[in-house]
């Protein structure tokens, strides 16, 4: 799937399977991607700010320099997820703690 610079802002991709998915530089803002499965998929660049991303299956994805501000990633599966220079602001985290690390 290439999305790349995709415009998707408040769109339902409700456990969408974006796995290997090319969203570099895409605009996810407010979207609600609770339950998605987003393996492998490449964030590069992404605004996801304000993003559901709550439950998120598998998310071993590249969020390298993504803007992840006021997302909210309760329960979702970090682990292998590439965090390399990602913005966090008002980020409630996947133990529902807050990390405001980029603000």
């Known amino acids: 799937q290439d999305l790349y610079k995709a415009?998707?802002?408040?769109?339902?991709?409700?456990r969408a399977k974006l796995i290997e998915a090319e969203?570099?530089?895409?605009?996810?803002?407010g979207v609600?991607?609770?339950?998605?499965?987003?393996s492998k998929?490449?964030?590069?660049?992404a605004n996801l700010k304000g993003a559901l991303l709550k439950e998120a299956?598998?998310?071993?994805a590249n969020l390298s320099s993504v803007k992840l501000s006021g997302a909210d990633l309760r329960g979702a599966n970090l682990k292998d997820a590439?965090?390399?220079?990602?913005?966090?602001?008002h980020t409630t985290m996947p133990d529902g703690k807050e990390n405001n690390s980029g603000c």
């Open 7 to 14: 415009i998707l802002s408040k769109a339902n991709l409700v």
């Open 23 to 29: 969203l570099t530089r895409a605009n996810l803002s």
């Open 32 to 38: 609600d991607l609770i339950g998605a499965d987003l």
């Open 41 to 45: 998929a490449y964030l590069i660049k």
């Open 57 to 60: 299956e598998r998310m071993r």
């Open 82 to 89: 590439k965090l390399k220079e990602t913005i966090f602001c």
